[in-house]
């Protein structure tokens, strides 16, 4: 196991961002103040609405690192850790705003050496409401890895969240960084806290460390169809299972459970997961 040594730990963070420049606008101030002289990064995935201008004005210090092509959310996250100098890197998406005090919180947790991710309690706001996110529970079950949202009110997690989160650098490294067969979106940091953990390190969630996410403003809800998403989110847990099923025994559940599930999802009228099936076979063989 890599550890990192004991003097007090750098801070980069790392805000992906596409074609978010009004999003920028609302939270940039906020993770610049909490920040608190920290490096900022904003890692731009070939935007065309103006937001890398809008940031190199408004915000010169902020390191700005950009794409000519659009290379989804871990190829855009991965550029933009790789030009952290921090020995904390800190996720951010643009959705997400920090309270003040968010980062002492966060980074406290790396004084254990073992300790290689960090979750945030975000304040998911959705629909009106309120719901307190940030820390998940998952099991094994059928072949599949069921997971679920967990009550905050402890420190254990399954993963954190790309989109508010801090991973020790070398041990990101030491991983490969997030996998880009998940572009354009979900399931990659599922995938790096599972690399992480079978890696020999801590994944925890620290509840002190709040972040308010908007989702209903993100750029993913606002630029893709339910069923395009839907059909994104099946393919990718199925990149993951056949990535990281632990045993032979889960693999002889999931050959036979798979097919009872996407016939039963086409019986009830929801194709998403055979066209995500299909689409995982795809990509794990053939890109």
């Known amino acids: 196991m890599k550890h990192t040594g ?4 750098t801070v980069s963070i790392v805000i992906p961002n596409w074609n978010g420049k009004q999003l920028l606008e609302k939270n940039v101030p906020y993770v610049i103040e909490a920040a608190n ?19 190199r004005r408004e915000y010169p210090s902020v390191h700005v690192v950009s794409h000519t092509k659009q290379t989804g959310f871990s190829g855009n996250i991965n550029r933009g850790v790789s030009y952290a100098t921090g020995d904390i890197v800190v996720l951010l998406n643009t959705d997400v705003r920090p309270e003040p ?42 072949g599949f890895f069921i997971h679920s949202r967990g009550e905050t009110n402890r420190e254990d997690t399954e993963w954190v969240s790309g ?19 998940f572009n354009p979106f979900y399931w990659e940091d599922i995938d790096i806290s599972y690399r992480i953990r079978k890696a020999g390190y801590k994944v925890l969630f620290e509840k002190r ?4 996410h908007y989702h209903e403003e993100g750029k993913i809800s606002n630029s893709f169809s ?18 990281h099923i632990p045993s032979l025994k889960i693999w002889i559940e999931h050959i036979f459970w798979t097919p009872v599930r996407v016939f039963q999802s086409c019986v009830s009228g929801d194709y998403a997961m055979l066209q995500g099936f299909i689409l995982a076979v795809f990509r794990y063989f053939f890109v």
């Not at 004991?6 to 730990?9: C, M, Q, R, V």
């Not at 490096?39 to 201008?53: C, K």
């Open 101 to 142: 005090d968010f980062l002492a919180y966060l980074i406290a947790r790396f004084a254990d050496p073992a300790v290689a991710a960090v979750g945030c309690l975000e304040k998911s706001h959705e629909n009106g409401k309120v719901i307190l996110r940030g820390r998940g529970v998952a099991r094994w079950e059928k």
């Open 37 to 55: 002289g920290a490096q900022v990064i904003v890692a731009d995935d070939a935007s065309s609405d103006g937001s890398l201008e809008y940031i």
């Open 209 to 212: 460390s709040i972040v308010h």
């Open 226 to 243: 339910k069923k395009a998403v839907k059909r994104i989110v099946y393919r990718n847990q199925f990149l993951f299972h056949w990535k």
């Open 163 to 181: 989109g508010s989160s801090a991973f020790r650098k070398d041990v990101w490294d030491l991983v490969g960084g997030m996998d880009i067969r």
């Open 6 to 9: 004991p003097h007090e730990k």
